[in-house]
């Protein structure tokens, strides 16, 4: 008996999707718990309320340990890209290379400036220059995520550009940078990142109500967690409507598997529920409403867009991930609409701390951003495919001549290391979230580190110590 590994562009791409599935978690997180900090210490300033600043001091070293770990995680991407897809630097690297340069040269340079004033500063700098250095560090993430996903969109629907001798060459950088998909996936990402970050200190703080502990502090953290899921929620309803008719105008391919959609028919049907079979072009065990697609994507209860059979199969888009992995997105965003209303209802009733049901509820639903973004950037990512670049380069194209068995040995280590290393990460993110913003502070943990990457020594001293709470 034999066993047969997968071919290397399968082996490439599946150590691709699980180390950017870790990466993506972090910088969304700190995109979110920046501009959260940023709001919290001008309160502070305002109202002159210390307890806002002891929630900023308690938030920024969750912040310094996320920030590391989406460092680290993301620096390995970049190496993947030289080691298991060299000849998408060739083709496209004249392209996306200046893009990446950029957001180096100025959010990661912002961001690593006025990180230190704000992890050191507490107690060594006044007040108001570390207002200014968490509102710069929240600038510099939403710069990161401008740049990267440029990037990204123009693999998407490259512009500005022209094709010689096989190799891809800017010739109008204002319509590469702003291609197209580039405004709605901006927007759609950032207001993930704010809505995922206030879902989370939303559950800290229910988790802090539902044990009676930090009275004070998690009052302030429900309201505020739930005054911007209250905003986020529903505009994140709107925008992914208006990302949806972008993607049906440029990327109509995609949107056709976002759908199960196989005929170009009018008056096409919502599909709820299916298994897209690809076999027989047509969808197993379909649960829909009539009309409600067609309305859904074109805004007429007639309109036409393009199906599946409108493409060659070998231009479709893998069928099963895109469309499963879509209506998981769009179901965490319903129940969060959900959340915050019922939370709304409770907070004009005057009984927000003290409705337990709900309380348990948000403690548990902490998560639910993290799935939405990961399925939201699955649905990105497979429904490009089978182009890295759209129209420029496909993805068999881009891989390097490696043999199939030093990825699976590359991708077995990347399991094991980043099993330990993010399982010790998330713990001691969890041990401060116990030791809450009032709880005694240990000397290891008041004196934040030196550098954020230093962070990992009281991690692992933290991680490894015995008696973990959960």
């Known amino acids: 008996m034999s066993f047969e590994l997968p071919d290397s562009v399968l082996l490439a791409r599946l150590q691709f999707a699980f180390t950017i599935t870790f990466h993506i978690i972090f910088p969304a997180f700190t995109i979110g718990l920046s501009a959260f900090i940023a709001t919290l210490l001008a309160r502070a300033m305002w109202t002159g309320d210390d307890q806002y600043r002891t929630l900023a001091r308690f938030w920024t070293k969750i912040f310094a340990v996320s920030f590391a770990m989406g460092v680290v995680s993301g620096i390995v991407l970049s190496y993947q890209f030289g080691t298991n897809w060299s000849r998408f630097s060739v083709i496209v690297g004249n392209v996306i290379g200046p893009l990446i340069g950029y957001e180096v040269l100025t959010a990661f340079f912002l961001e690593a400036t006025f990180l230190g ?6 107690d060594r700098f006044p007040r108001g220059l570390q207002l200014v250095a968490a509102i710069m560090v929240a600038i510099g993430t939403c710069m990161s995520a401008f740049w990267i996903l440029s990037a990204n969109s123009w693999m998407q629907f490259p512009a500005g550009h022209e094709v010689r001798n096989g190799i891809a060459y800017p010739v109008d950088w204002l319509a590469v940078v702003f291609n197209p998909t580039f405004p709605y996936r901006l927007i759609h990402m950032v207001i993930a990142a704010y809505l995922t970050t206030s879902i989370v200190v939303l559950a800290v703080g229910a988790r802090y109500a539902l044990k009676d502990i930090h009275a004070a502090h998690a009052r302030t953290m429900l309201r505020m967690g739930l005054g911007m899921a209250l905003v986020l929620a529903p505009l994140q309803l709107f ?12 990327q109509p391919a995609k949107l056709a598997a976002m759908e199960a959609h196989w005929d170009s028919s009018h008056a096409a049907p919502l599909v709820l529920f299916a298994w897209p079979n690809a076999k027989t072009e047509s969808n ?19 309109g036409r867009f393009k199906g599946l059979k409108d493409f060659a199969p070998q231009d479709r888009p893998p069928l099963p991930q895109v469309f499963f992995a879509f209506r998981i997105m769009v179901g965490v965003g319903l129940f969060l609409i959900a959340l915050a209303f019922f939370g709304g209802y409770l907070w004009w009733r005057d009984d927000l ?12 639903s902490w998560p639910l951003g993290f799935v939405a973004i990961v399925a939201g950037w699955m649905v990105t990512e497979i429904g490009r495919q089978p182009w890295l670049a759209t129209g420029v380069l496909r993805t068999a194209d ?16 990347f399991l094991l290391v980043y099993g330990v290393v993010f399982t010790m990460g998330i713990r001691y993110i969890n041990r401060l979230i116990n030791k809450g913003p009032a709880g005694p502070l240990h000397e290891e943990d008041d004196a934040l580190p030196n550098r954020p990457l230093s962070a990992a020594k009281p991690a692992i001293q933290n991680a490894l110590a015995p008696g973990d709470a959960s």
């Not at 409507?241 to 440029?250: F, N, P």
């Not at 701390?353 to 548990?364: T, Y």
Request: aromatic letters at 14%.
């Open 117 to 122: 004033i704000l992890l050191f500063g507490w």
């Open 239 to 250: 925008i992914g409507d208006q990302h949806g008719l972008s993607t049906a105008k440029h």
């Open 398 to 413: 881009a891989a390097s001549p490696l043999p199939a068995w030093k990825i699976a040995v590359s991708l077995a280590l």
């Open 353 to 364: 701390e003290r409705n337990r049901f709900f309380l348990w509820i948000a403690s548990l």
């Open 284 to 302: 197993d065990y379909e649960i829909s409403i009539p009309r409600l697609g067609s309305f859904i994507i074109t805004h007429d209860w007639d």
